[in-house]
């Protein structure tokens, strides 16, 4: 029931954008989205709560497809503070709602 | 308020011990959760709290680990007989319901090592 994220690792000059994608295979009440620094916890970014919501701040927005059980976090104009773990974590319908199930996590590196 | 806050940083033990973390939430946060998290790895749920009451534990979770929050404040994790499995970075994070658009505010977790 892990959500697979893909792709596993990307790297990018400062100024490129990136997409990460999150997909499960249970039926979700929402996607969490954080971001891990080395040797430092989980960051929370942001929460979709309903099918199609999409949300931003900044340069970081993410979407959420509700029937596919997919979201994706968007990344525009990277900037080298962009660096580092991201994990989506899912709830999942019919499955102790309120308590999160991560993903393996996608290692975003920005070079100058 | 400062956070989540986990205490010890780290943690060395021999193989066969037992050891107890604790973890203070965010005053305002019903909700308090344990994962675990090894080198390369997503956050492993262990087990989660409403106030004092234990609502779900991870069939992953062998006998020989127990979680208290007396009072509904904060919480204990202990590990009895430690096994070099079961070093890793123990987390934990406090929310209050996900419907109100917040989501885990996380300690900096407790780093345990058995050898």
């Known amino acids: 029931q892990q959500p697979v994220q893909s792709p596993q690792a990307v790297i990018l000059r400062e100024g490129e954008d990136a997409v990460i994608n999150c997909s499960s295979s249970k039926a979700l009440y929402s996607v969490h989205w954080y971001r891990q620094k080395h040797g430092e916890a989980p960051v929370f970014l942001m929460i979709?709560?309903?099918?199609?919501e999409q949300k931003g701040h900044d340069k970081i927005s993410a979407s959420f497809n509700e029937k596919k059980q997919q979201s994706s976090l968007y990344l525009t104009a990277s900037q080298l503070s962009y660096s580092g773990t991201y994990f989506c974590?899912?709830?999942?319908?019919?499955?102790?709602?309120?308590?999160?199930?991560f993903g393996q996590g996608t290692r975003l590196t920005i070079n100058p | 308020d400062t956070g989540v806050s986990q205490d010890p940083r780290h943690k060395i033990t021999k193989r066969g011990q037992n050891v107890t973390f604790r973890c203070d939430p965010i005053?305002?946060?019903?909700?308090l959760y344990w994962y675990r998290q090894t080198l390369g790895q997503g956050p492993e749920f262990l087990t989660y709290f409403q106030n004092e009451a234990q609502l779900e534990k991870s069939r992953l979770l062998s006998d020989r680990f127990s979680a208290e929050r007396p009072k509904g404040s904060f919480s204990t994790l202990e590990i009895q007989r430690t096994e070099q499995g079961d070093s890793a970075m123990y987390l934990c994070?406090?929310?209050?319901?996900?419907?109100?658009?917040?989501?885990?505010?996380f300690g900096s977790g407790t780093r345990l090592t058995v050898v």
């Open positions: 974590g899912t709830e999942i319908l019919l499955q102790g709602a309120q308590k999160l199930v």
């Open positions: 005053s305002e946060h019903n909700r």
């Open positions: 979709l709560l309903k099918g199609g």
């Open positions: 994070a406090s929310s209050q319901r996900f419907r109100t658009g917040d989501g885990y505010t």
